[in-house]
């Protein structure tokens, strides 16, 4: 079993940054896959950035390319989400989630890839 908290989220205004944190427990969850995914208000839930273990892989949503940045600390059991730059339509619950597998270009932004998930973090940005 692998236990995620997600931290960092915040009421912050059009443009400035927030820095998102997914702290994980559990056994060999530093070996894991791990991506981000968003659900705003009134719309699914959405890929945002995945991060292969060693972080040597990441891709992102073409929504936040280039603003966002994903990263992982695996002594510390965390991944990261830098997030720049963010607008109000960047509102939402993020949450983290890991994979106890290799994931690929066919399934890291697919939720059913990902076996373990956080409970999330409100991001609120003003206009």
């Known amino acids: 079993q692998v236990q995620l908290v997600e931290s960092g989220g915040g009421l912050v205004q059009a443009g400035e940054s927030l820095r998102l944190s997914c702290l994980a427990s559990g056994a060999t969850s530093s070996k894991y896959d791990t991506g981000w995914f968003r659900h705003a208000p009134g719309k699914e839930r959405e890929f945002v950035a995945h991060?292969?273990?060693?972080?040597?892989?990441?891709n992102y949503a073409h929504s936040v390319k280039g603003r966002f940045a994903i990263s992982r600390e695996n002594a510390r059991n965390t991944v990261y989400l830098q997030m720049n730059g963010l607008k109000p339509e960047d509102t939402a619950v993020y949450y983290c989630a890991t994979a106890p597998w290799a994931l690929t270009t066919l399934n890291y932004e697919l939720e059913s890839a990902y076996l373990y998930w956080g409970q999330g973090t409100q991001v609120t940005v003003s206009s």
């Open positions: 991060i292969n273990w060693n972080g040597g892989i990441t």
